[in-house]
């Protein structure tokens, strides 16, 4: 059973940054593709950033200048770091990993594993 524990959701002002962790196993960080989700209020869920085993991360291009995806396999963890945050970037923050994902968003829903989700809130 793939466990994941996002945190670091928080309340911010415009224009600051915020980095979000998602908390694995080391199996799970090695062997899955990884993605932070986010799901704004009234919105479908759309992917944010993702990395594949042995892959580059690949960041959505909505946010590409301000998203930045990495694995710490100190804290054992993905991080979402994020800057020159916009009140549209509100919303549940989730984490998720499937075995195979082949660098597609749509591959995560039938058989990843997700979250419970961080909210992030950011007041204009």
């Known amino acids: 059973q793939v466990q994941l524990a996002e945190s670091g959701g928080i309340s911010v002002q415009a224009g600051e940054s915020l980095r979000l962790s998602c908390k694995a196993s080391r199996n799970t960080l090695r062997g899955s593709c990884m993605a932070w989700f986010r799901q704004a209020p009234g919105s479908d869920r759309q992917g944010a950033a993702l990395i594949d085993t042995g892959k580059r991360p690949v960041v959505a291009d909505p946010v590409e200048d301000r998203f930045a995806l990495s694995k710490n396999y100190t804290e054992m963890t993905v991080d979402l770091q994020m800057r020159s945050l916009e009140p549209e970037d509100t919303g549940m923050y989730y984490c998720?990993?499937?075995?195979?994902?082949?660098?597609?968003?749509?591959?995560?829903?039938?058989?990843?594993?997700w979250g419970q989700g961080t909210q992030v809130t950011v007041s204009s």
């Open positions: 998720a990993a499937v075995a195979v994902c082949e660098g597609r968003w749509d591959n995560f829903e039938p058989r990843g594993y």
